[in-house]
C-alpha cells in the first residue's frame, strides 16, 4: 500500500521567514496530494491540494510544488506569521474510479515565533 | 451552510464495551470516510461509504464496522473496546467517491478508554 513519509517532524522560523515542509510518497499511482492545517483540539483543514497534472499551485501565501518522478511533493509557506502555527499534514491518494483513501504523513508542528 | 458535524464531542467508555459516533455530511456531499487519529500521528484511513455502500477498507480489526443511511449521515461501531482504541476519531465527507476529490473534515469525537 501507499507509505508518505513527511519531514521535518517540527519546524521553527521567526515571522516573516518562510517554511517548507516535503513529503515523498511510494505508490506511483496516486495522483491527488492535499495538505491539512491543524490547530490544537480542532479538525484539519484544507489549506491547499495539487493534482499529477500540475507541478505547482499557488494561494496567496501558500504554494505546493509536486516532483511526480522524484515522487515529491512538498508545501510553501512565505512570510509566515504566529498565526500559521499548527500541525501541518500532507496526504496521499489515487484517483479515478478508485476509492477516496487518504494516506497521511506523520505531521510537521510548524512554530512561528513573533 | 454546516459543515462535516460529529457527535458526540467527548466519549469515556471501559474495555470491552462498545460505541457508537455518528456523522453527518456537508449538504450534498454523498460519501463519509472515517479516520482514526492517535495522538501525535496523522490520520488512519479505517472505512469510506458511498451511496450506502462501504467501498474502501482500511486495516483495523472486525471489532470496527460502519454504515450510511439514506440521508448519507452515517455511524461507526467499535466493538469489544481496547485501551489502544483510545483515539480522535474524524469523519470526512466528500461530493463523489474518486480519491482525487477534497475530503473536508468534521472536529471529531475523543474517544477515551479506561
Known amino acids: 500500500g501507499e507509505n508518505v513519509e513527511q519531514h521535518p517532524s517540527t519546524l521553527s522560523v521567526q515571522e516573516g521567514d518562510s517554511a517548507v515542509i516535503k513529503c515523498t510518497y511510494s505508490?506511483?499511482?496516486?495522483?491527488?496530494f492535499p495538505w491539512y492545517k491543524q490547530e490544537l483540539g480542532k479538525r484539519p483543514q484544507l489549506i491547499i491540494d495539487?493534482?499529477?497534472?500540475?507541478g505547482e499551485k499557488k494561494d496567496q501565501r501558500i504554494a505546493v510544488t509536486l516532483n511526480k518522478t522524484a515522487k515529491h511533493f512538498s508545501l510553501h509557506i512565505t512570510e509566515t506569521q504566529p498565526e500559521d502555527s499548527a500541525v501541518y499534514f500532507c496526504?496521499?491518494?489515487?484517483?479515478?474510479?478508485?476509492?477516496?483513501?487518504?494516506?497521511f504523513g506523520q505531521g510537521t508542528i510548524l512554530t512561528v515565533h513573533p | 451552510d454546516a459543515g462535516v458535524t460529529q457527535s458526540p464531542t467527548h466519549l469515556i467508555k471501559t474495555r470491552g464495551q462498545q460505541v457508537t459516533l455518528r456523522c453527518s455530511p456537508i449538504?450534498?456531499?454523498?460519501?463519509v470516510s472515517w479516520y482514526q487519529q492517535v495522538l501525535g500521528q496523522g490520520p488512519q484511513f479505517i472505512f469510506q461509504?458511498?451511496?450506502?455502500?462501504?467501498?474502501g477498507r482500511g486495516n483495523f480489526p472486525d471489532r470496527f464496522s460502519a454504515r450510511q443511511f439514506p440521508n448519507y449521515s452515517s455511524e461507526l461501531n467499535v466493538n469489544a473496546l481496547l485501551l489502544g482504541d483510545s483515539a480522535l476519531y474524524l469523519c470526512?465527507?466528500?461530493?463523489?467517491?474518486?480519491?482525487?476529490?477534497?475530503?473536508?473534515f468534521g472536529d471529531g469525537t475523543r474517544l477515551s478508554i479506561l
Open positions: 449538504s450534498g456531499h454523498k460519501s
Open positions: 495539487i493534482r499529477s497534472n500540475v
Open positions: 496526504a496521499a491518494s489515487r484517483g479515478g474510479t478508485s476509492y477516496g483513501k487518504l494516506t
Open positions: 461509504y458511498y451511496e450506502k455502500e462501504e467501498r
Open positions: 505508490d506511483s499511482a496516486s495522483n491527488y
Open positions: 470526512a465527507s466528500s461530493f463523489v467517491l474518486q480519491g482525487n476529490q477534497p475530503q473536508h
